[in-house]
């Protein structure tokens, strides 16, 4: 019998050609190699396995109608109306045992994979002709595809943290230009253009949410950019100067960098910036080592324990090979390269080890003469997200780097600091939008990261978004706005510490009367005369101690009269401020001074009481002169006493 398949003219026991053997001195070279007609094995294939399972379906399908028979009585609840599957579930009866190795047995004669289970009936025509081959697996419908996009919205809407809000951090009425949150989550620090700094415990906090440190560490400054270091421990404050700092938790400093010579051209052989710093970030394997960039054209790495020169300097050149400043920097997230956004509108990324030439670079990434304001990475390291001042937000594969994988237009953004940020899980994008005053709400936009489609949005305030962060372990929001606020968005299920250690804290109340107590001392062996009386109730001992002028610190009545003793007499106590007053109260007409005095002069006849009393014994006759008229002037007076005309 022939094999399909198999060429019937070919013998596959012939020899080699007798030549070719007589030529190398041997018989043969071995069989010949067998051909195979795949299609037609597999077709065979396929009808034999096909046929094998309609009759295995076909038996099982008596059995099961004979066992409803004799057990529908006590099974009327199992229902098998339709064909059963070939991992259907065997009742429990006395031929157990033979229905198993009947099961085995048609198991191991079953050739080719089983049919499925679900639409048998479809597949099957009246004369019992299959028709086609079965679905693939991974095959899906446009409707199913339709019904997974919609659950995977809905999933990514879910994964938003937007079901509750802390009330608003009040941290000044200036622009919060900076966030931080350390990697365990457990404290929040915020700069703004007030210069200051200010240090937040969530697990230290209550429910007034006040800030348990503030401080002005560059002086009149404007905070740019805060951010903790890996491990935590030391923060990196990034300002308007051209000397980046480094705080330690409590906000003491560890460590300030040198500022470079501003009269040298190159700018690689200055030690430090020598002007005003745009942006900074910590490495995030090396806890030792962060970036800054400024407006001298220079992106540096710095090294903590050196404060006395940077460590390494990457100098952003324009398509001319002209200097240009950037505006942004960042690491990726294994830290081996270094990306920054510059005020021509490009985008360049360096090898961290090699700072002279560009690795991948952009010249058109954003509008040349606008500030790119942020630079993220994914968190798988293989995308980039830029936020920039043309109002847009794009995202970029880092492998192909010659133009976006995706950009949105129509995105307000008046601060050289406005944030974007990636989602936990890498699938949505965040970013802020501003507003002039008056003119509406900022918002915060969530994007899909793989269609940006836009997928959600929060109204945060009436001023701009600037700063957003969302942390990955916390899974909260923290938002920074234009008009000094600091919101944070949480979900009570899916956030964890964070804000929802302060929120349930009740308000402390002040204790007034607190400090008037004092400390009870024990004396037992002291006489009955000096013993104080043991304290029984604090409330008691409070009022008490307020009636007790000396213990509850009154302050002194206000001066009756003269002052003493140093202190200010009460209005109109003392001579001077008397007169001040009545002077101040008199409203009669002194424009004629002399009538103001005569006025008094009968008064004066009448009642003396200042001068007169004292010289009324002394004083002598008043003599007026006697007034003479002008003819009698002219006559009896000299020549040189006469009025000149």
């Known amino acids: 019998m022939e094999r399909p398949g198999m060429d019937s003219d070919a013998d596959p026991m012939d020899g080699p050609d007798p030549e070719l053997a007589a030529t190398m001195g041997f018989s043969g070279f071995g069989k010949k190699a067998r051909t195979f007609d795949f299609n037609a094995m597999f077709e065979q294939t396929r009808r034999t396995a096909v046929e094998r ?99 995977e919205e809905e999933d990514n809407i879910r994964v938003i943290p937007e079901g509750h809000e802390v009330p608003s951090l009040l941290i000044g009425t200036h622009a919060v230009s900076a966030l931080g949150l350390d990697p365990s989550g457990a404290r929040l620090i915020t700069g703004g253009y007030d210069y200051d700094v200010r240090f937040w415990d969530f697990a230290g906090m209550d429910a007034s949410l006040q ?9 009149c400054h404007q905070i740019k950019s805060l951010q903790y270091s890996s491990t935590g421990d030391v923060i990196l404050v990034v300002s308007g100067n051209s000397q980046a700092k480094v705080l330690d938790r409590d906000g003491f400093p560890v460590m300030e960098c040198v500022k470079g010579d501003q009269y040298i051209v190159d700018m690689a052989n200055t030690k430090g910036h020598t002007a005003m710093l745009n942006s900074g970030c910590w490495h995030p394997k090396i806890k030792e080592e962060f970036l800054t960039c400024s407006n001298d054209g220079t992106v540096r790495t710095w090294d903590v324990n050196n404060d006395k020169k940077h460590k390494g300097v990457f100098k952003p050149r324009s398509a001319q090979g002209k200097r240009v400043i950037p505006t942004s920097c960042t690491y990726n997230r294994d830290g081996k390269l270094i990306a920054a956004g510059c005020q021509d509108g490009s985008i360049q990324i360096w090898d961290r080890n090699m700072n002279v030439h560009t690795k991948f670079h952009c010249r058109q990434a954003h509008v040349p003469g606008t500030d790119t304001s942020c630079l993220t990475f994914s968190y798988d390291g293989t995308a980039l997200a830029s936020r920039g001042g ?38 949505l994008l965040v970013t802020g939008t501003s507003v002039k005053k008056g003119g509406g709400h900022g918002k915060l936009l969530f994007f899909e990261r793989e269609t940006f489609k836009k997928v959600y949005e929060i109204d945060v305030t009436d001023a701009s978004v600037v700063r957003c962060l969302w942390h990955p372990k916390l899974n909260q929001i923290m938002v920074g706005t234009g008009n000094g606020l600091a919101k944070v968005y949480y979900d009570p299920i899916k956030s964890q510490r964070g804000a929802k250690l302060c929120v349930v804290k009740t308000k402390r109340k002040e204790r007034q009367a607190g400090t008037l107590t004092q400390d009870y001392i024990i004396t037992p062996h002291a006489l009955p005369m000096f013993r104080e009386p043991r304290q029984r109730s604090t409330r008691k001992q409070l009022e008490k101690d307020r009636l007790d002028p000396m213990k509850s610190h009154k302050p002194e009545p206000p001066v009756a009269g ?17 007169i001040v007053k009545n002077i101040a109260l008199d409203k009669t007409d002194d424009s004629n001074p002399r009538e103001a005095i005569l006025r008094h002069a009968k008064e004066a006849e009448e009642n003396p009481y200042w001068v007169a009393p004292a010289y009324s014994k002394t004083q002598p006759t008043t003599v007026f002169a006697e007034v003479e008229s002008d003819e009698d002037e002219t006559d009896d007076k000299p020549e040189w006493k006469k009025r000149k005309i």
């Not at 800030?211 to 002086?219: D, G, K, V």
Request: hydrophobic share 20%; with cysteine; net charge negative.
């Open 53 to 151: 399972s309609r009759k295995i379906l076909e038996e099982r399908e008596k059995e099961t109608a004979e066992k409803e028979k004799e057990l529908g009585n006590q099974h009327d609840s199992v229902n098998l109306t339709t064909a059963p599957s070939r991992t259907l579930e065997r009742i429990p009866s006395e031929d157990s045992e033979s229905s198993e190795s009947e099961e085995d047995s048609s198991d191991e004669e079953l050739i080719g994979p089983p049919l499925p289970t679900q639409g048998t009936e479809t597949q099957e025509t009246e004369d019992d002709e299959l028709i086609g081959p079965p679905l693939p697996p991974g095959y899906k419908g446009k409707e199913e595809e339709e019904e997974e996009e919609e659950e």
């Open 211 to 219: 800030a348990f440190r503030s401080l002005q560490p560059c002086e």
């Open 390 to 427: 043309d109002d847009t937000l794009k995202i970029w594969d880092v492998r192909q780097f010659k133009t976006p994988l995706n950009s949105v237009a129509g995105l307000p953004s008046f601060f050289p600091m406005t944030d974007c940020c990636f989602s936990p899980d890498d699938k």
């Open 562 to 578: 003269p002052g003493r003793g140093g202190r200010v007499g009460t209005h109109g106590g003392t001579l001077s401020s008397y």
